[in-house]
């Protein structure tokens, strides 16, 4: 757990590293405690972005902190709704729901993204890409 468990920045966590980018968990009970959420900042690279996937069981959501890219989500009979989103949009991934997003803007695209409940970010340890990055300062 850091230091001081309720202010927390990206730099202050170990994070999540991919081929596609990094994801720092800024709230999740091994951070700080929080119970029944978790979340943090996601940094996609020009160009990159995260393939297709579901987290069973947990709702989503994805707040665009700055640049542009195109976000997938299946709707409620399994077909594929894909709409470009920007800097200060919401998205809603429902329960288990099927959802991938790609930055299709010149510089980095930073999200901020909230698991409920808390759980569904540590199946990504299992991932072949996986290398856990130390914290930044």
């Not at 947990?58 to 989500?73: D, L, N, P, T």
């Not at 709707?75 to 991938?100: K, L, M, N, Q, W």
């Amino acid at each position: 757990m850091v230091k001081d468990n309720y202010f927390i920045y990206p730099e202050d966590v170990s994070a999540f590293g991919f081929d596609w980018g990094k994801l720092s968990l800024t709230v999740a009970p091994e951070v700080n405690g929080a119970s029944r959420f978790s979340g943090g900042v996601v940094e996609l690279p020009s160009g990159e972005g995260h393939s297709r996937h579901n987290h069973p069981g947990a709702e989503e959501i994805i707040f665009v902190i700055s640049g542009e890219g195109e976000q997938m989500v299946e709707d409620e009979h399994g077909d594929p709704v894909t709409r470009r989103v920007a800097s200060g949009c919401t998205i809603y991934i429902p329960e288990s729901r099927f959802h991938s997003t790609k930055n299709t803007g010149g510089g980095p695209m930073l999200l901020f993204v909230v698991y409920s409940p808390a759980g569904p970010e540590l199946a990504l340890r299992g991932l072949p890409d996986f290398r856990l990055l130390p914290q930044r300062r």
